[in-house]
């Protein structure tokens, strides 16, 4: 860096309110204390940092030290001098200690830990995770670095355990998360995140004993390791460098914490309860213990919080009861791909929603929890209630008949005009299981025919079947409100089987139908992969490969339909489809069928050929006979719509 | 740098899958997504309008008309938020923010393909520039970065400020209604060693000038798949190696210097002094003045090496930061380098090629030599 910013911070053990601030210049924000009369400055130094730890040696007097990244120390506000007094620097005056040794350029410390009850004692660490011991401290077992490195970020040491006996712990931070152990008897630590690159920023232990405590990430993530209790972020920001010190003012209830960034920017949090949500909400509770009227009913919930924190998040699952009661539902959020219904907002004032998809008959079973705005979650809570909305009676007698001529299928079924359900619908599969077994292929409603009114004969038409591919069929009887659904009918199968190619659009049936594909038709999806040759070294003797970077999936299926028009009434098919301005369906004798619409120029081409009889009579002197192309683009088909 | 997962990290090491999306805002809300077909995102560091963007985009729904399009790209109510990330193995996109901006200048081309836009753009500062519209005056003792939200207000009443905290006060000051807010707020800035931009999320921050990261964030070199050449210019005379810092009537003046004897540009050696004067109304004691010039000394020395490289593209790079080029050929070894302008492409693939980004760096200050932290002699306790 090259100019100054928040180094260190230290909080008073005996009043958290009064604080102070370290910066790399030697600038010392102080909150709650006496001002800093006298130190060091390095404002006009542009190798930043110059100074990166503090050491309060009286919180009266505000009088202390400061470790410069040379391993000078330095006084401020009347602290006892320490080492001896040195000015190899022609800019600064400082004090060299005993087993730190001073150099006189480059960054080479980066941290301190002092005896809280003996003056003048400590550790002092370099950026490799060397720990020098000075003053009489201990010196650690662990001799010489422990990064090849500069990547040390934080050192925290305990000298004596809650009895007063000596007793030597500590840890150091790494830069990538790392908490690493010095002094018999550290309890090893599991570290509570690692990242690939320099992101840890501070490390506070608040139980020697069992190892626990928070480390501080740039992005400001606080994160609790051993046993401490986990914690929020206020402020957290991915990929932005917010962070530098975290103090725990107060590891006990309530747990509170202070952070400072490199701005010196100050956030200050207390750790509070997780909220109280209830599933179902107040009484009357939603969904009632039993449902009839509705397959959407209201998913309600309640929210309630001591420190009146506002709703943050929302997660709600439903799930059939047959699936809850036969899985491990501690967590629901695990079988997310499983549920039913699966919802989160972030309004703060929602407190319940109608259901997004019809529930089918059968016991239900709702979770939901939340995050208050100080981040804590709630338990999840949890509903049981039973759908039981009466069902229409199923249609009957459905038959399916193709039309060659038209290639269509006719479908006809037949159902009760009285009860529920005033709609129904025809449905179709293409997948050959559908016969053995209906309830595990999917089912498409039929395009015009999906929402036809229940008469005593209900009549409807697929005008996009395959040809030549056998389709299967179905009915349901429906109806919106309440919004309820029979059993499906019994199967009909039916199939076109002359296959040729068929043009046809979907505004309107009457345009379009079989026509003259001049040539096979090709179909082209542009890959869209970049390839580069970097750079090697020079004397690289190795194969070389290139770096590929795609730009997603192929793109679009594009092809161009060149069709052989052989009299007047062909073109007029051909000029209607292309006038119509509508999504198109190319059906082939392979049974395909493609949605799409045709894009580009639209040439037209007279073949020179003898008029036909009736063109002679109409005084022709040539054939009406062109050849003609339509650029097509594949479109996503109407019943894969979202 | 942006944070990925790992797992993106990892991708954006080798070849990968890249996505870019262009979202569309009104009253900073999502409302319409596009896809890009070319463009770039420009970041430049002290730049006034730290980033910039032109692309050429379409509706990738084709249900767009003229007309939409036009009311969607109102420029008096739109801004434009443009993502560039990859696609994971589970099929699950990681974007990184490009930026938000303000429209300067819109083309719509509606041709049989459909819609084509093409779009300029600058980042939020563009809503700053211009007049006060009233006179302001700032008390004596306010601090600076109280200063600068003040002025501001005038233009953006309610505006959201990440501020540090300079540690330096200003005033009486009096801004005529006549004066341009943005260009004031940006001196105050300089005057506390600071830069006023936009991040790539389109918030407004007041941060430490300099280099954003302690350590290098990314590195390139001959034989990683990502760097694609590399060009080396050095400047040994017009860098200033002093910097005279001073304010309106020279009743703060001080000096800073390059001091390092280890230093090609020191200041008592060879090469002599060079001086850069650095003006500064706002200047209101020596510390400050002596901060500010300190940041500009450290401007000055990086001007003395500039790389340009090409590589792919990495959209978490962000200018100021530290990244390491290793091309021992061009004179490079692990050279530690602050970037100072970035060109991130939204079209990914051009031909059979795809497309690279450009970044300009300047030599790092973190060590004289260039390098991001010297290899030390083992301590000895």
Known sequence: ?642 | MWGWSPEAWDLLLGGHTAITRVDVWHSGKHVYTLAATGGAVQAEAGSPVSRSLSGSLIDPTGQLSRGDAGDLLNAYECEIAPYRGVRLADGRDELCPLGVFGLTGKTITDSPDGLTISLTGQDRAMGYQGDLGRSVAISAGTPTEVAIRQLLTTRRPGLSMVTLKTGFTCGPLYFGSDMDAWGEAQKLAQSAGAKLFHDRSGQLVLALAGALSDRPVARYAEGDGLLLDVDRKEDSDTICNVVVAENADQSIQVEVADMDPTSPTYSKGQYGRRVYTLKNPYFSSVRQAQQAAATRLAYELGRSETVRFTAAPNPGLDVDEVVTVHRPRAGLVDRGLVVASLDIPLNIVEGDAWVPMQVGCRQSRLAQDGRVLDEPPELAA
């Open chain 1, 1 to 642: 860096m090259a100019v100054a910013q928040v180094m260190d911070s230290r909080v008073n053990p005996s009043n958290p309110k009064q604080r102070v601030v370290l910066w790399s210049n030697a600038r010392i924000d102080v909150y709650g204390g006496p001002p800093i009369t006298d130190g060091p400055e390095f404002y006009d130094r542009p190798d930043q940092p110059v100074v990166v730890a503090i050491r309060i040696a009286n919180w009266t007097t505000m009088a202390g030290y400061l470790l410069d990244k040379h391993g000078g120390f330095h006084l401020f506000n009347g602290a006892p001098a320490v080492g001896v007094k040195s000015n190899v620097r022609d800019t600064d005056t400082h004090y060299v200690v005993t087993g730190v040794p001073y150099l006189p350029s480059g960054l080479w410390y980066w941290d301190w830990a002092w005896d809280p009850d003996v003056p003048g004692r400590g550790i002092a660490m370099d950026v490799f995770g060397n720990l020098h011991p000075f003053g009489g401290a201990t010196a650690p077992p662990r001799v010489g670095r422990r990064w090849a490195s500069p990547l040390a970020r934080k050192l925290a040491v305990r000298w004596r355990d809650s009895n007063g006996n000596a007793s030597m712990r500590a840890y150091t931070l790494g830069y990538d998360g790392s908490i690493n152990r010095d002094y018999a008897g550290t309890v090893a630590v599991t570290s509570p995140w690692r990242w690939n690159s320099d992101m840890a920023v501070d490390l506070v232990v608040t139980d020697w004993d069992t190892g626990s405590g928070y480390m501080l990430d740039r992005n400001g993530g606080t994160w609790a390791f051993g046993q401490a209790t986990g914690t929020y972020s206020p402020g957290y920001k991915l990929g932005a460098d917010v962070a530098r010190t975290l103090e725990v003012l107060s590891p006990a209830n309530p747990l509170s914490f202070w952070r400072v960034g490199p701005g010196g920017q100050e956030t200050e949090w207390t750790w509070s309860t997780p909220p109280t949500v209830i599933a179902g909400g107040a009484d009357p509770q939603s969904p009632a213990a039993e449902v009839k009227g509705t397959t959407r009913p209201v998913l309600a919930w309640s929210y309630s919080d001591l420190q009146s924190d506002s709703q943050a998040l929302v997660e709600l699952l439903v799930f059939n009861e047959t699936f809850a009661a036969s899985s491990n539902m501690t967590d629901p959020a695990k079988h997310r791909k499983s549920a039913l219904v699966d919802f989160t907002t972030i309004d703060p004032m929602l407190r319940g929603i109608a259901s997004p998809v019809d529930l089918a008959n059968g016991g239900k079973r709702m979770y939901v929890r939340a995050q208050d705005s100080a981040g804590q979650w709630s338990p999840w809570s949890t509903r049981l209630w039973t759908q039981n909305v009466p069902k229409p009676a199923a249609p009957t007698a459905l038959t399916a008949v193709a039309d060659e001529a038209t290639a269509t299928v006719s479908l006809t079924a037949t159902a009760s005009v009285a009860g529920t359900g005033n709609l129904l619908r025809f449905e179709w599969s293409d997948d050959p299981l559908a016969v053995d077994d209906p309830d595990e292929v999917t089912w498409y409603p039929v395009r015009t025919a999906d929402a036809l009114p229940v008469a005593a004969t209900v009549i409807g038409v697929d005008r996009d079947a395959r040809l030549g591919v056998p389709r299967t069929y179905r009915a349901v009887r429906y109806s919106l409100d309440p919004r309820t659904a029979s059993n499906p009918s019994p199967l009909a199968t039916a199939v076109i089987s002359r296959r040729c190619y068929r043009l046809t659009a979907l505004t309107d049936p009457a345009l379009g139908g079989e026509i003259r594909a001049a040539e096979s038709l090709d179909w082209t999806r542009a890959l869209r992969v970049g390839v580069q040759d970097t750079l090697y070294p020079p004397d690289h003797t190795g194969v070389q490969y290139p770096t590929a970077i795609s730009s997603g999936a192929p793109s679009s299926r594009r092809g161009t339909l060149t069709i052989t028009v052989q009299n007047r009434a062909q073109w007029e098919i051909i000029k209607a489809l292309g006038e119509a301005d509508s999504v198109l369906l190319l059906r082939d004798p392979f049974g395909e069928a493609i949605y799409c619409r045709a894009v580009g120029d639209w040439p037209q081409r007279l073949l020179e050929a003898q008029p036909l009889l009736e063109e002679v009579a109409e005084g022709l002197p040539i054939r009406h006979m062109h050849s003609t192309s339509l650029p097509l683009v594949e479109l996503r088909p109407p019943h894969l719509a979202a």
